[in-house]
């Protein structure tokens, strides 16, 4: 569908997209297509807080492409969230979805406000006034929203509420990562970590490593690094000997009893002084001299200044943009290989098309019917990512965006929005 109501805030995609574009001979007008999204809107929320307040904070949706399918994204509550991020969010999710081979496109929502201290009746009113705001632009075959940073699948049932209050008709499919008794599907909670280990264990098949176990740390001990984590624990090729949170990390040289971690960051709030393990900071854990660095915790972790310290092998980005740039370049030399959050995390996105196909249909299916259908898809979109590394002899992360770039490309073509 043509692009419509370019805005000055454009999409700041990685180096590595741009290899891409230069090496598919992508033109200045589709680069210009490419760094800006179709529609971007803005609205003013105002709550009602429980002490009698009345704060107004600002909320944004942004659509980057709808070429692949209609437009799919998170919605996130955090207090430094402002349009430039979302819209960078909004231009990943369509390379997503694309390396993904889902039809679907790419979107994001945010508002600023502090999702962690929000008491649950709060957090029902922002999430029903961001649906009174943004509804009419949202829609089963027209924008999914879903989870992201601060947001859970009782909030996500809450906007399922209020948008069906709007349209006067039954509609599950507008959202996804809803509760499981509210249409939801099963394998949600697990689908990015189970997307990421399905990752890493072709990974390791495609670069013929038989060691093991090899030696895992995990930066981000939430839904994502601890569901990692807990799968890892659970094959004997791996071993986790360091996992931390916002506080702490905690390390034991011949593996962590991740149950027992996790069950003390359950008691405590920290993983700090867990039994059995040591204390290390956070830094310390991200040169720790292991196979594989998991990255699940925020953007821009790893960086130019403190790559060097990095030791492992391997970095698996679960989360959105860990690794900056100019990082990504220098571990690239050093010969560490990045799996790109783009191909790495896509296992949300996957169950989350899941359940919108399952909501179209009112038909559901079964946790093992979703894994073997994630593994499928994952499995597939590794294959394409590490041919198209291969066939132009790149990196991992700009051969994912030479794959998304091309199904984009080719949509765009089709629809005659490029020539
Ligand atoms: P979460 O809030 O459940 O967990 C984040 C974890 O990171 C927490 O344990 C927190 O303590 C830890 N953390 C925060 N700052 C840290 C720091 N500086 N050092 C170490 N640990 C720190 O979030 P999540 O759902 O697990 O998502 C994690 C990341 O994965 C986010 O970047 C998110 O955008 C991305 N992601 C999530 C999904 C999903 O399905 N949940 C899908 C794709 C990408």
């Known amino acids: 569908?043509?692009?419509?109501?370019?805005?000055?805030?454009?999409?700041?995609?990685?180096?590595?997209?741009?290899?891409?574009?230069?090496?598919?001979?992508?033109?200045?007008?589709?680069?210009?297509?490419?760094?800006?999204?179709?529609?971007?809107?803005?609205?003013?929320?105002?709550?009602?807080?429980?002490?009698?307040?009345?704060?107004?904070?600002?909320?944004?949706?942004?659509?980057?492409?709808?070429?692949?399918?209609?437009?799919?994204?998170?919605?996130?509550?955090?207090?430094?969230?402002?349009?430039?991020?979302?819209?960078?969010?909004?231009?990943?999710?369509?390379?997503?979805?694309?390396?993904?081979?889902?039809?679907?496109?790419?979107?994001?929502?945010?508002?600023?406000?502090?999702?962690?201290?929000?008491?649950?009746?709060?957090?029902?009113?922002?999430?029903?006034?961001?649906?009174?705001?943004?509804?009419?632009?949202?829609?089963?075959?027209?924008?999914?929203?879903?989870?992201?940073?601060?947001?859970?699948?009782?909030?996500?049932?809450?906007?399922?509420?209020?948008?069906?209050?709007?349209?006067?008709?039954?509609?599950?499919?507008?959202?996804?990562?809803?509760?499981?008794?509210?249409?939801?599907?099963?394998?949600?909670?697990?689908?990015?970590?189970?997307?990421?280990?399905?990752?890493?264990?072709?990974?390791l098949d495609h670069l013929n490593i038989k060691k093991h176990p090899l030696t895992v740390a995990i930066q981000g001990v939430g839904n994502v690094g601890g569901g990692l984590a807990r799968l890892l624990s659970e094959d004997s090729r791996y071993r986790v000997i360091a996992i931390s949170d916002t506080h702490s990390a905690v390390y034991h040289q011949t593996g962590l009893d991740i149950l027992d971690v996790l069950q003390h960051k359950e008691k405590t709030g920290s993983v700090e002084n867990a039994e059995y393990t040591h204390n290390l900071t956070n830094s310390e854990l991200l040169a720790l001299p292991v196979d594989i660095l998991v990255l699940a915790a925020l953007e821009n972790q790893v960086t130019a200044v403190n790559q060097k310290e990095v030791q492992a092998k391997i970095v698996l980005e679960l989360a959105n943009h860990p690794v900056t740039s100019e990082a990504d370049e220098l571990l690239s030399q050093r010969d560490i290989v990045v799996v790109p959050d783009i191909l790495a995390n896509i296992g949300g996105v996957v169950v989350s098309y899941f359940e919108w196909v399952q909501n179209q249909q009112n038909f559901y299916w079964s946790e093992s019917d979703i894994q073997v259908r994630l593994r499928q898809i994952i499995y597939t979109a590794f294959a394409d990512v590490a041919q198209a590394s291969a066939t132009h002899n790149v990196d991992f992360r700009t051969g994912a965006y030479i794959v998304g770039a091309t199904r984009l490309l080719t949509a765009m073509r089709l629809r005659g929005v490029i020539h």
């Not at 454009?10 to 230069?22: D, E, M, N, R, S």
């Not at 799919?72 to 969010?89: C, N, P, Q, Y």
């Not at 399922?160 to 909670?189: A, C, H, W």
């Open 1 to 203: 569908m043509p692009k419509v109501m370019l805005t000055p805030l454009g999409v700041v995609l990685p180096t590595a997209a741009q290899t891409a574009f230069k090496l598919l001979s992508v033109n200045d007008a589709t680069g210009q297509l490419f760094l800006h999204p179709d529609h971007t809107y803005t609205a003013q929320l105002s709550i009602d807080m429980d002490d009698g307040q009345t704060i107004v904070v600002p909320a944004w949706r942004v659509q980057y492409s709808n070429a692949r399918g209609p437009y799919k994204g998170g919605i996130r509550f955090h207090s430094d969230v402002d349009l430039a991020e979302v819209t960078t969010l909004a231009g990943l999710m369509a390379f997503k979805t694309a390396v993904a081979n889902i039809p679907l496109g790419g979107s994001k929502g945010g508002v600023r406000i502090d999702g962690r201290t929000l008491s649950a009746t709060e957090r029902e009113r922002v999430a029903r006034a961001y649906i009174r705001a943004f509804g009419q632009c949202l829609g089963p075959t027209r924008d999914i929203p879903a989870p992201d940073i601060n947001t859970d699948s009782a909030t996500m049932g809450w906007m399922l509420d209020e948008y069906e209050r709007m349209v006067g008709f039954s509609s599950p499919g507008v959202i996804t990562g809803k509760p499981l008794s509210l249409f939801g599907s099963q394998g949600r909670n697990s689908a990015t970590s189970l997307g990421g280990k399905y990752v890493l264990d072709k990974l």
